[in-house]
């Protein structure tokens, strides 16, 4: 006789399978049975204080660690998480959204029930287009079966998925799971071999050459494989806002973030300047390429991703990006006009910073001196604005520390992704930069923080008001509330605050 199990506990049993340790969230009533679930597995419930926070916590905590969770009511918490899932898709973080929902039975006897919208599958189809794979588990056949595919897809294609359970499907009986079945990416022999020939014979035929990384190699673990062909071709490498900390910033090969002319003017010219541009990993987004400022032609382009490999004008599908850039390591490493690997050099180091004690504390020097008092252990999270542009040029010192929505650029992110990405690694202090306009958006998280004895350390840059927007169109719409920032943890019960207005002010904060 087969084995059996419940939905409820089949869908707890895969998450703790993936590796996850914590899921963020909400209850309420559509979902408290599923929680009672979460509460007795080998997880913890980590509750925010917004269901955006929830969201923005588990997109950070799967930047991390490979994959998060946020768990939630239906409509009036799925609607609120959905911004969180729509950057999370954006920017390729693998997210699972699980939904309660109303029960079969209730439906049949009533129509208007409590948190629907337009009717029961409403949240379902908006989520569907966030999402790489959505299921609503109301069959117990299917269940298990849209369960797996939605985790698979999930971790496959590094995006969300979404989940809804009916909470009278939650103790439903169900098939037992068998071992979570992954398919290997496996590349096509024959593109492969003719991607990597001309990429490499592209390459060894250049002048110079430079290597432009971004955000897939995050993604999909690819840092090491990544640094090996850095290090066997002493070629430069650049890194988008989107993909930097992929290697330790102090490496000497690296050169800095890339943005155009919004950049810095040496990373520009090496890369702008190079004849062979071998871009990994990246999105040509619109921030990433400096507001158009970008001078990259692609007929001196090697562009390489998850989904299609492009050389010049020719196109290559059904080439694992992990397999090209293997490959083309070896390519570049050995046989006739191989590349030499770069002279060991020391790590690169910092210019001194000399207090100017009385002084006004700008932006630009404040950024300068955070340069020296970020440590090993950093991982800095920067939500958008003065605060994202400002830290482009901070060096993180070990790869994937580094964590910002630069290219969906939502606001309020930067707070609540400070509790996700230390909740498993509490190894990582969280050093987070947020303007004054985002940090009124979800600043509350900080009593999150708090509740779980986490210590990001909060720089809430306070130029009274939405001063990006500011630079587009000056109005009064662009004025907030001034807040007495420093004076927050009084009103979470923890922690310590000091407004700083000097660069005496800050260091003795920093003290």
Request: glycine share 8%.
């Amino acid at each position: 006789m087969a084995k059996t199990t419940t939905i409820g506990k089949y869908l707890i049993h895969r998450l703790e399978e993936v590796g996850l340790k914590h899921v963020f969230g909400i209850p309420g009533d559509y979902v408290l049975s599923f929680y009672d679930l979460l509460v007795a597995s080998k997880m913890q419930v980590i509750g925010t204080c917004t269901e955006l926070g929830a969201g923005f916590a588990a997109d950070a905590y799967a930047r991390v660690n490979g994959l998060g969770c946020a768990c939630i009511t239906y409509c009036v918490g799925g609607l609120n998480t959905l911004n969180a899932a729509a950057g999370a898709y954006a920017e390729k973080s693998p997210m699972i959204v699980i939904s309660g929902a109303p029960g079969l039975r209730e439906r049949a006897k009533a129509q208007l029930l409590h948190h629907k919208i337009r009717d029961f599958h409403t949240q379902l189809q908006i989520y569907e287009k966030v999402t790489v794979a959505s299921a609503a588990l109301e069959d117990s056949h299917m269940a298990p079966r849209q369960i797996d595919e939605c985790i698979i897809e999930c971790l496959r294609q590094k995006r969300p998925v979404y989940i809804e359970i009916p909470r009278d499907m939650v103790d439903c009986p169900c098939d037992a799971p068998q071992p979570l079945a992954f398919a290997k990416e496996v590349s096509e022999p024959l593109p492969l071999k003719e991607a990597i020939a001309e990429a490499a014979a592209m390459i060894k035929g250049s002048k110079n050459a430079a290597i432009l990384t971004g955000i897939e190699i995050h993604r999909y673990g690819l840092q090491q494989p990544f640094l090996d062909l850095v290090q066997k071709t002493g070629l430069p490498v650049a890194a988008t806002l989107l993909g930097k900390s992929v290697i330790s910033e102090r490496h000497p090969q690296y050169v800095g973030v890339y943005e155009g002319a919004m950049g810095r003017d040496d990373c520009r010219r090496i890369i702008e300047d190079a004849q062979t541009v071998l871009i990994l990993g990246a999105f040509m987004t619109d921030i990433e390429l400096g507001i158009y400022t970008a001078q990259l032609d692609d007929a001196r382009t090697i562009n390489a991703g998850s989904e299609r490999i492009s050389i010049r004008h020719h196109h290559y599908e059904n080439v694992a990006l992990r397999d090209f850039i293997i490959g083309l390591t070896k390519a570049l490493s050995t046989g006739k006009n191989a590349l030499k690997p770069a002279k060991k050099q020391a790590p690169k180091k910092l210019k001194p910073f000399k207090l100017k004690a009385d002084n006004p504390c700008s932006v630009a020097r404040f950024f300068e001196r955070m340069d020296h008092y970020l440590e090993e252990g950093s991982v800095v999270i920067a939500d958008i604005g003065d605060s994202l542009f400002g830290s482009a040029d901070l060096t993180i010192h070990r790869g994937t520390e580094y964590i910002s929505p630069a290219y969906y650029t939502a606001m309020g992110f930067a707070v609540p992704a400070a509790i996700g990405a230390q909740a498993n690694r509490t190894d990582l202090r969280p050093i987070v930069f947020v303007g004054d306009g985002a940090f009124q958006m979800t600043g509350m998280e900080l009593s999150t923080a708090v509740k779980y004895g986490l210590n990001p350390i909060v720089f809430v840059l306070n130029n009274k008001g939405y001063t990006t927007e500011r630079f587009l169109q000056e109005g009064p719409f662009n004025d907030i509330p001034n807040w007495n920032y420093h004076r927050l943890p009084d009103l979470v019960g923890g922690g310590w605050g000091f407004e700083v207005h000097t660069e005496a002010d800050l260091d003795q904060a920093l003290k």
